[in-house]
């Protein structure tokens, strides 16, 4: 069996976490510079997330006013062929 350093042997050996691990969704507090990028990739992520969840009125509006103008052209077209 292998032990890490300072170890007494028959005990299994345990590495122990270095820095806090938090989920996606809160930030880090405690930052590396290796995981630097990591932690500014969640962050991107994060704000996507929140302009997606704020945009979805305005494409609701968006899509209902193309709908209507659609409708006014079928009306305007079906108008034209009745005659």
Do not use: C, F
């Amino acid at each position: 069996m292998t032990t890490g350093a300072g170890q007494q042997p028959g005990r299994a050996y345990l590495p122990q976490a270095t820095s806090h691990r938090l989920t996606s969704d809160q930030p880090n507090t405690e930052t590396s510079p290796m995981l630097l990028h990591e932690e500014l990739t969640r962050d991107r992520i994060r704000e996507l997330r929140k302009q997606a969840e704020g945009g979805g009125a305005e494409r609701r509006r968006r899509a209902a006013r193309r709908w209507q103008r659609v409708a006014r052209w079928a009306s305007r077209r079906a108008e034209h062929y009745d005659r």
